[in-house]
């Protein structure tokens, strides 16, 4: 009997080691270094006195008028009037992760750090037209969007979440305190991520963005109770027949 606790102990021991998971961090994009897994359209950092930027860039690279709080580390990437900044003008920046591993992931969560500074007069001005984006496809399926920000009330208002991604932000307010989003991913095999900025063409059209982290738990592997080795098997063939004899010996003596 003992032994047979000692192995129901051990087997339920190794049950509860092989369902134990672990959270852990699958990618993780903080700008602090100039070293890019990701892809990025371009940078252009060289107007950034006059307001007109992108690219990665630190707080005290910035010009005076534009300050964010509650900043994560030391850089990030930030732009404002994209077709005003110097070498090369665009209306659309692209940042995007590929062919992210996700094979042995569950519970995938992404989340990320965003903000958005007072313009110099002290109102708002993204406009309509002015778009921050994250989408994902997972195994090539296509791009969905899971986030989106858009101007509140109009021309020159504030930025919000667009929560029904129908190009009006109706959920939480964007400030100059950098705020955590995150959204919950579908398991699969390979994912590929996707943070667009567009139309941010305008003076005072501004934006930050931080901290892309991408985590999950180990996917649980079919939990295999290790098969009892010969020694064991011969140890509780042993006592059983021990156990058998000493029964017929008590039977025959009438104990």
Same mark, same amino acid.
């Given at each position: ?59 005290? %690279?910035?010009?005076?008028?534009? $300050?964010?709080? !509650?900043?994560?580390? &030391?850089? =990030?990437? #930030?732009?404002? @009037? ?15 992760? %590929?062919?992210?591993?996700?094979? $042995?992931?569950? !519970?995938?969560?992404? &989340?990320? =750090?965003? #903000?958005?500074? @007072? ?28 986030? &989106?920000?858009?101007? #509140? ?103």
């Amino acid at each position: 009997m003992k032994l047979a606790k000692s192995l129901g102990g051990m087997a339920a021991a190794y049950l509860f080691l092989n369902t134990t998971t672990h959270a852990g961090i699958i990618l993780q994009e903080d700008f602090e270094d100039n070293i890019y897994p990701y892809q990025v359209t371009q940078e252009s950092l060289l107007d950034l006195s006059n307001n007109d930027y992108f690219g990665r860039v630190a707080q005290n %690279q910035l010009p005076a008028n534009i $300050n964010f709080v !509650n900043v994560q580390g &030391s850089h =990030f990437f #930030a732009v404002q @009037d994209t077709d005003g900044a110097l070498p090369n003008a665009v209306d659309s920046v692209r940042l995007s992760w %590929q062919n992210i591993d996700i094979s $042995n992931w569950q !519970n995938l969560m992404l &989340s990320w =750090f965003i #903000a958005e500074d @007072d313009s110099s007069d002290g109102q708002e001005d993204i406009d309509t037209s002015t778009l921050f984006e994250i989408s994902a496809q997972i195994d090539k399926g296509g791009f969905s969007s899971i986030f &989106s920000v858009r101007s #509140a009330d109009g021309t020159n208002s504030q930025p919000a979440v667009d929560t029904d991604f129908d190009g009006v932000g109706d959920g939480v307010e964007i400030t100059d305190a950098f705020q955590q989003f995150s959204y919950n991913l579908a398991v699969g095999q390979i994912l590929d991520i996707a943070v667009v900025f567009e139309n941010f063409d305008a003076g005072d059209e501004d934006f930050a963005f931080d901290q892309l982290t991408l985590s999950g738990d180990p996917r649980l592997s079919p939990v295999n109770v290790p098969e009892p080795s010969t020694n064991i098997l011969l140890a509780g063939a042993v006592f059983g027949m021990f156990s058998y004899r000493r029964l017929l010996k008590n039977r025959q003596y009438g104990r």
